[in-house]
């Protein structure tokens, strides 16, 4: 009898949560979010590529856990892969959004979004810093870049009147706003940005995203922010991570409100990353997947990440 109640019981909510998913209200509470390995500068044996482990905790934080996304699996990989994930981070690093392999996996997880969203099936894309710049070149399809005085700065954001409205900004605190506007509390590591003279240029590019705030190292204005209109994909050419997770240089601002940034901007993708109802075939494989299999190496006397996860 105990067991027929249990079984009853349960059967009672999957009815439910069937049901709240119809109505597309349904919130996975789970979120694993892919974050995207690349190729380490000079490689050596078992550290071929790499993931900063700043990215993983930001994720962690708000509530998700994270599986690495090797570089250099075949496209059948990736869309296996694809499904079982609720969104993916591409981070910041050095490289090549033309050529390098992150550059390709990238462009299929981009590929499987769009199509994936198209379709009612959620998936956030979001791109921080060489992830934005690559997420600019997968939507024009243009090398669009230009060299700015942008490689160690921490700036406050230009808000255009767009960004009040954003999905990204329109839940963050009055207060928190009015800082970001008027304190540095936006960490830039670029020697390349979008201008927007360049994107405003672009018809791919404007029609693609709403700027939500700008930026200029004292001579050219360059995109900043940027969110999708008719996709969850999102841009940050800075890093809202480092606040709270990277103390490997003097201008990474960490007071209450450079790291209240780190975690509403956590808070917001991870969010995202909970309308998305893709799953693992099994939690076997959901296991072998996540970051937890691999430990981070103390990085911070000689790079600018404290920690660093080194794969094959
Ligand atoms: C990825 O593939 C490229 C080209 O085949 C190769 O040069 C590189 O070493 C590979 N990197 C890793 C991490 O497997
Ligand atoms: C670059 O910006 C820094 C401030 O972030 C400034 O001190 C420096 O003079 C600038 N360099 C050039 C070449 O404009
Ligand atoms: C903010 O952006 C606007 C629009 O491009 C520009 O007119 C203004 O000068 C910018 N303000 C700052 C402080 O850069």
Same mark, same amino acid.
């Given at each position: ?7 009853? +019981? ?80 591409? /981070? ?30 959620? +998936? /956030? ?9 690559? #997420? ?43 800082? #970001?506007? *008027?304190?540095?509390?936006?960490? *830039? ?15 791919? #590019? ?22 999708? *209109? ?65 430990? /981070? ?16």
């Amino acid at each position: 009898m105990k067991l027929v109640c249990v079984a009853l +019981f349960s059967l009672f909510f999957q009815i439910i949560s069937f049901a709240v998913v119809s109505e597309g209200q349904k919130i996975n509470d789970s979120p694993v979010i892919g974050v995207l390995a690349q190729e380490v500068y000079s490689p050596s044996p078992g550290k071929n590529a790499y993931i900063a482990a700043s990215y993983v905790k930001y994720l962690e934080s708000a509530g998700a856990r994270v599986v690495p996304v090797m570089i250099n699996r075949t496209e059948e990989e990736y869309t296996i892969l694809f499904r079982s994930i609720n969104g993916i981070l591409f /981070p910041g690093g050095g490289a090549s959004i033309f050529s390098s392999s992150y550059a390709k996996a990238a462009g299929i997880f981009y590929k499987l979004a769009l199509e994936a969203n198209s379709k009612g099936d959620y +998936f /956030p894309v979001w791109g921080t810093c060489l992830g934005f710049e690559q #997420l600019t070149l997968l939507t024009s399809g243009k090398s669009l870049l230009s060299r700015t005085n942008t490689s160690g700065v921490a700036l406050p954001l230009n808000f255009t009147k767009e960004s009040k409205d954003s999905r990204m900004f329109k839940d963050f605190p009055e207060d928190l706003m009015t800082s #970001l506007a *008027n304190e540095p509390l936006t960490e *830039n590591s670029h020697q390349w940005s979008l201008t927007t003279a360049r994107f405003s240029g672009n018809e791919k #590019l404007r029609k693609f995203y709403q700027i939500l705030s700008t930026n200029t190292d004292g001579q050219t204005e360059f995109v900043s922010t940027v969110e999708a *209109n008719d996709f969850p994909i999102y841009g940050t050419q800075w890093h809202p991570e480092k606040n709270a997770f990277e103390w490997t240089h003097v201008y990474i601002p960490h007071s209450p409100d450079a790291i209240r940034t780190t975690f509403y901007m956590a808070h917001f993708f991870v969010n995202e990353a909970r309308k998305s109802l893709h799953k693992f075939p099994s939690q076997k494989e959901e296991q072998n997947a996540l970051i937890y299999n691999y430990q /981070p190496t103390y990085t911070g006397k000689k790079s600018s990440f404290e920690q660093t996860y080194y794969f094959d």
